[in-house]
């Protein structure tokens, strides 16, 4: 089967040109951050942080350097738990990611908390978004809801559109992807996991632009497909890539950025989070080379930036960047120990990470 699907394809290498180099940030900010795992720019240009490590979220001026906090924590209203992701929300409002408390609280244009809030748990599924369109739709993973009892999670899970106070619909489903662990997990305590984790796992990874359109990047043969309205695919041409060999640097290099991650568990006790431990490497499986791309970015241009797989010594990222029709349109190099933390019009931000383990944030034009 995959020998038949991999002969529809045509690969198209890119032109022969060197991939566009960011070597020069355009601004840098005043002050350095812990852990960002979120940012928005506004359309005047600010931007919106949340640090993960410190718990807050703020609105940044690039040009005078002034940093002002936004809500705090707690559970009340103007309150977050733990702050995520930030998304642009219908007008100029922003959602940001509130991973604790289940909901999404809203940001006004001017960086002060916006009145309501957006609940997640009210939903008829509960989902951490990864997306949010022009139209206030948001999309993500549903998972699987534990009423009592025990229950596996599925090989595969639906991608679900949904509309705050109206209906959702699937998309299409994808691989749970638990990298070869079994996760149990039963009504009203922690799950338990079993089995032999596996890394570098080959899916597809998607991402869904402001308009509305879902883009899918395959990584046999590695392509983008565009998800249209009647449900059906439309396929870019497969492009051609480099294997990556899998080295024991790549493979400590896996483990460092494995246990640097935090899960967030909603119990009838309340939310607990927890630090994920470094992974033992004696009790993991690597295959014998990296996929295509490891991760999936959507600009709000809509065009969607792939991270090319490359050798733990590489210390530049690359990037193909492909169009509306899933055709590679260039390929863009970042600076060296530089990462994308996010996108505004025509711009890119990334950051810089110091000898104390500090982030700095970068803005580029792209």
């Known amino acids: ?3 038949t699907l991999a002969a529809l ?14 070597d020069r940030a355009e601004a840098e900010f005043a002050e350095a951050f812990s852990s960002l795992i979120g940012l928005r720019e506004l359309p005047n240009g600010m931007v919106i942080v949340a640090d993960r490590l410190e718990q807050t979220v703020a609105l940044l001026d690039f040009r005078t350097g002034d940093m002002t906090t936004i809500g705090r924590q707690g559970n009340g209203p103007g309150e ?23 909901r999404g609280m809203l940001i006004a244009s001017n960086g002060t908390v916006a009145t309501g809030t957006v609940s997640f748990a009210s939903a008829a599924f509960m989902m951490v978004p990864r997306a949010v369109d022009a139209r206030g739709r948001l999309y993500g993973v549903a998972p699987v809801r534990v009423t009592g009892g025990e229950v596996s999670i599925p090989d595969s899970m639906p991608i679900v559109r949904w509309t705050p106070g109206g209906t959702s619909d699937t998309l299409f489903k994808v691989a ?15 799950p338990s996991v079993s089995g032999r984790q596996r890394a570098f796992v080959s899916a597809m990874q998607w991402v869904a632009t402001p308009d509305g359109r879902v883009a899918q990047v395959q990584p046999e043969p590695y392509h983008v497909a565009w998800l249209g309205q009647n449900g059906r695919a439309t396929h870019g041409p497969a492009v051609a890539y480099q294997p990556v060999r899998i080295t024991q640097r790549d493979k400590e290099a896996w483990a460092d950025q494995a246990g640097t991650g935090q899960a967030v568990m909603r119990t009838p006790q309340g939310t607990q989070t927890m630090r994920i431990p470094r992974p033992n490497l004696d009790e993991v499986d690597f295959p014998e080379f990296k996929p295509p ?14 991270r090319v797989s490359r050798p733990a010594a590489t210390t530049r990222q690359l990037y193909d960047v492909f169009d509306g029709q899933g055709l590679r349109v260039r390929q863009v190099e970042l600076a060296e120990g530089r990462r994308i933390v996010g996108f505004g019009r025509g711009t890119l931000y990334a950051v810089r990470v110091d000898e104390d383990d500090l982030q700095w944030l970068e803005r580029y034009r792209r």
């Not at 394809?9 to 960011?22: D, G, H, I, K, S």
């Not at 977050?80 to 289940?102: E, H, K, Q, S, V």
């Open 80 to 102: 977050f738990g733990m702050p995520g992701p930030l998304y642009a929300w219908t007008g100029d409002t922003t959602l940001m990611i509130d991973l604790a408390n289940a």
């Open 9 to 22: 394809f045509v690969t198209v290498p890119l032109a022969a040109q060197a991939p566009v180099r960011l």
């Open 176 to 190: 749970a992807n638990t990298g070869g662990v079994r996760v149990i997990a039963r009504g009203g305590g922690p």
């Open 1 to 3: 089967m995959r020998r």
């Open 293 to 306: 791309f490891d991760a999936v970015f959507a600009t709000p241009e809509g065009e969607i930036w792939v």
